[in-house]
């Protein structure tokens, strides 16, 4: 999805959380937006705040009892950086500790993503779907074989 409305990014914020457990991850799932806790107000931060709390109703629906901490609008430094977090949000009991980032559009996440691999030098796998009857993933036209073995890997995960 594009630009998914509040529904469709508490439904991505879930299943991701589902996804982030079965690979043995820590569930802390942030809602990214550029503005944290209400730092700023605009129709853009109304989606992240609305889908933050309709993914909270829906956790206690799919995954009653997993550890899992969902929190937003985080901006992204307030979401993996706990110094940064106890001045940006000190009620949180997820900011600074984010290991899942659920990005508001297709365009934020694709951009940080490449940004993280490209000049990170980080391992970033994907894009991997979610929510799906079987696992299908996908490589982008620039990957590596390194690349094409992790998204394999995944997918197999996935399918168990």
């Not at 879930?14 to 700023?40: C, D, E, H, P, R």
């Not at 900011?95 to 691999?117: C, E, S």
């Amino acid at each position: 999805v594009e630009n998914p409305d509040a529904n469709q990014l508490a439904q991505i914020a879930v299943q991701s959380a589902k996804t982030a457990l079965q690979f043995g991850i820590s569930a802390n799932v942030a809602l990214l937006s550029y503005s944290t806790k209400g730092s700023a107000s605009s129709p853009l931060v109304d989606k992240v705040i609305e889908a933050t709390a309709k993914a909270q109703e829906l956790l206690k629906l799919r995954l009653p009892n997993a550890p899992v901490k969902l929190d937003g609008e985080l901006q992204v430094d307030a979401a993996i950086v706990p110094s940064v977090a106890k001045s940006k949000a000190p009620q949180s009991e997820l900011a600074g500790t984010a290991r899942v980032l659920i990005f508001p559009d297709l365009n934020a996440g694709n951009m940080a993503y490449k940004l993280v691999q490209r000049l990170g030098g980080a391992e970033a796998y994907g894009p991997v779907l979610q929510g799906l009857k079987k696992p299908v993933n996908d490589l982008s036209r620039g990957c590596s074989a390194e690349d094409i073995v992790g998204v394999t890997a995944i997918t197999v995960v996935q399918s168990l």
